[in-house]
Nanobody, 124 residues
């Protein structure tokens, strides 16, 4: 079993900052890319930022220069530092990890796993 547990969401005023964390645990052998997606009401889920195991990063244009993704491979954790937040950043944010599981002497994947989602609301 693999779990991704997110934390750090909440309510913040425009221009404020939040830091999201997502820790992966369970029978993990290796984690490839990790990322953050978001889904606003009535909209499709979109990729916000991703990071490879080698720490190459990618961002959607709307958050470039404001959000920073990072990871701690020793802790199987990915972070999203969100600065200069705007009302249009309001959404449920989901953590994603592409990883290989190990059970006994067998390996499974790589497969995508998701966190439960954390609400981010930007409002005055």
């Amino acid at each position: 079993q693999v779990q991704l547990v997110e934390s750090g969401g909440g309510l913040v005023q425009p221009g404020g900052s939040l830091r999201l964390s997502c820790a992966a645990s369970g029978s993990i052998f290796a984690i490839n890319a990790m990322g953050w997606f978001r889904q606003a009401p009535g909209k499709q889920r979109e990729l916000v930022a991703s990071i490879t195991r080698g720490t190459n990063t990618n961002y959607v244009n709307s958050v470039k220069g404001r959000f920073t993704i990072s990871r701690d491979n020793a802790k199987n954790t990915v972070y999203l530092q969100m600065d200069s937040l705007k009302p249009e950043d309001t959404a449920v944010y989901y953590c994603n990890a592409n990883l290989i599981r190990k059970s006994g002497n067998r390996y499974y994947g790589p497969d995508d796993y998701w966190g439960q989602g954390t609400q981010v609301t930007v409002s005055s």
